[in-house]
């Protein structure tokens, strides 16, 4: 104990006790948050690399073992409603505890499966409880922290799910050979189970308990339309998340092939690229945070975005290897780097009693919408050439830009209602 410390009134010291208090759970809900989003990373990336040992070991045709991952992402999406909506009714860790024993429950039994239709199922089930991730922990992370420390917390959980993209990626090329594809849907049942037990020890945000004593007002997917104000912000918030990822997966699903065909890239400097990019998209998320917290959300947010469409144009006109590979690095970080504001942003624009059902719909209203990425790029390539399809990316942009300037408010450093 310090000087300082013995010095302090009773009061004084109950208020630094209280503090410690504050800050120990508000780190451990962030990490467990943070470990869960890592959860969805490593399962949908390991579900890409171990495909093709799948179909082989099932005998699945290419288009089956596609289905896959469309219905481990639609399974997602209704997760997302679902979870998150008994989330605001029930409590964040307790809804995050069933989500995690369904996802690891579903995980588990894909490693057992033995054929298309009970493995499509098992994926489908398991998808459904990997959805409440995103929302129910950016909500338990905003929740746990102070106004001045929201942004920097909630953009440490959307930095889970580049860690579990990026542990999925070294992990995948090593344990596959030894333990095969059904040895890798066991691994990817671990990372839900450490999540499983870290939150375990986590109790309710105070001021979910707090409004949980208090009459609840009707449903909460209401609270997103209740008033002219509410609604401008909600289609300023979506259009936010759906360009993003349309931009997202546009460009990580077409760039790999891009640069094979125009520059020759092998598989392993196609890997390299990917995996430089993904740190870039890291160091944005955390970056985006960080700034934030100091500058309020709506002038961070606008830098992104001009700098998104800048880069994304200037881009495609790279052709020396070196700046193609550094230039996916600065890329990815604008273009994901967004990711480090939604959960600060629909946090304080929502009341608690519908926060975990507004991060939810209004990101898995991005990630449908930004689903469509590869498709329409794809087209624009095959009807045109990628320099046009980039430059399209590059213009959606500025439908973010005006959404931000007219529609997104500021309310960096409120109070949570």
Same mark, same amino acid.
């Given at each position: ?52 040992? &799948?179909? #082989? ?23 997302? #409603?679902?979870?998150? &909506?008994? *989330? ?9 505890? %069933? ?12 490693a ?7 493995l ?11 959805g ?8 338990l ?9 929201? !942004? ?13 993209? =990026? ?9 596959l ?15 839900? =189970? ?59 699903? %077409?760039?790999? *092939?891009?640069?094979s ?8 400097? *196609?890997?390299? %690229? ?17 700034? !934030?917290d ?8 606008l830098i ?14 790279? *052709? ?24 600060? #942003? ?28 590869? #498709? &329409? ?16 990316? !590059?213009?959606?942009?500025? =439908? ?18």
């Open positions: 104990m310090t000087n300082e410390t013995i010095n302090l009134t009773d009061s004084q010291k109950v208020l630094v006790v209280e503090e410690a208090k504050r800050r120990k759970y508000a780190y451990k809900a962030v990490i467990a948050s943070t470990v869960g989003y890592a959860m969805d990373g490593f399962d949908l990336l390991i579900l890409g690399f171990i495909l093709n040992a &799948v179909a #082989l070991g099932l005998g699945l045709t290419s288009s089956e073992a596609g289905s896959l991952v469309t219905w481990t992402l639609v399974g997602a999406v209704v997760g997302g #409603l679902i979870f998150g &909506v008994l *989330s605001d009714y029930y409590g964040r860790i307790k809804v995050l505890t %069933w989500s995690i024993v369904l996802f690891a429950g579903f995980t588990g039994m894909c057992l499966s033995q054929g298309y239709w009970d499509l199922i098992y994926r489908t089930i398991a998808g459904v409880g990997l409440g991730e995103f929302g129910i922990g950016m909500a992370a905003a929740e746990a922290c102070r106004p001045n420390e929201r !942004a920097r917390m909630s953009s440490y959980v959307g930095l889970g799910w580049q860690a579990g993209v =990026l542990a999925a990626a070294l992990l995948t090329p090593l344990l050979p030894v333990i095969g594809w059904r040895g890798m849907f066991a691994v990817g049942v671990v990372p839900a =189970l450490a999540s499983f037990f870290i939150r375990h020890c986590i109790g309710e945000p105070e001021i979910f308990i707090k409004k949980s004593k208090e009459k609840r007002q009707g449903n909460p997917f209401k609270a997103l339309v209740s008033n002219a104000e509410t609604i401008k912000a909600s289609v300023g918030i979506a259009i936010l998340t759906s360009v993003q990822n349309f931009g997202y997966y546009g460009i990580m699903i %077409w760039m790999p *092939s891009y640069l065909k125009q520059f020759n890239y092998s598989l392993t400097k *196609s890997a390299m %690229w990917t995996a430089v990019t993904v740190v870039g998209m890291g160091f944005g998320i955390w970056l985006f945070g960080q700034l !934030a100091r500058f309020g959300r709506r002038p961070i947010f992104y975005q001009v700098g998104a469409a800048l880069m994304v144009l200037g881009y495609s006109q790279l *052709s020396d290897q070196y700046l193609l590979l550094i230039g996916g690095a600065v890329m990815g970080m604008f273009v994901n780097g967004m990711m480090g504001g939604y959960g600060a #942003l629909i946090s304080e624009v929502y009341p608690t009693e519908a926060r975990a059902t507004a991060q939810n719909v209004l990101f898995n209203i991005g990630r449908g919408i930004g689903g469509l990425g590869p #498709l &329409v790029v794809g087209m624009i390539v095959s009807l045109y050439s990628f320099q046009i399809a980039i430059a399209m990316l !590059a213009s959606l942009y500025v =439908l973010d830009i005006l959404a931000t300037l007219f529609l997104i408010p500021e309310k960096a450093g409120t109070a949570l209602e």
